[in-house]
Nanobody, 126 residues
Framework: VQLQASGGGLVQPGGSLRLSCAAS????????IAWFRQGPGDKREGVSC????????NYADFVKGRFTIFRDNTKKTVFLQMNNLKPEDTGKYYC????????????????????WGQGTQVTVSS
């Protein structure tokens, strides 16, 4: 299983970024994929995920209405569109995956995932 995260960068408050997580090495529609983040001095926290079964999204409360997750099945890539970014969104963003073909809903706990990508840095600052 391999996950390659990209798309991070420096953006001003109110700006947008789109993160990508390119996946390989597993059966695409058997695995849920999630985004987590870890800010300086913070614990890693779940941001959003998309279920294996039908791509149903799940969002942490602090990103609802601002972030959108979606899967491109032909490219085996999951995207996280982040709008109206705030300084508190700063951190390293990781994508993660686990076999969850029997689950109708994906989780946002670290314990829900078995494989992790290397992360991409997002900095929101003026």
């Amino acid at each position: 299983v391999q996950l390659q995260a990209s798309g991070g960068g420096l953006v001003q408050p109110g700006g947008s970024l789109r993160l990508s997580c390119a996946a390989s090495g597993f059966t695409w529609n058997h695995y849920a994929i999630a985004w987590f983040r870890q800010g300086p001095g913070d614990k890693r926290e779940g941001v959003s995920c998309t279920s294996a079964r039908d791509g149903t999204p799940n969002y942490a409360d602090f990103v609802k209405g601002r972030f959108t997750i979606f899967r491109d099945n032909t490219k085996k890539t999951v995207f996280l569109q982040m709008n109206n970014l705030k300084p508190e969104d700063t951190g390293k963003y990781y994508c993660a995956t686990a076999d969850s073909r029997s689950d109708s809903r994906c989780g946002l706990g670290n314990w829900d995932y078995d494989y992790w990508g290397q992360g991409t840095q997002v900095t929101v600052s003026s």
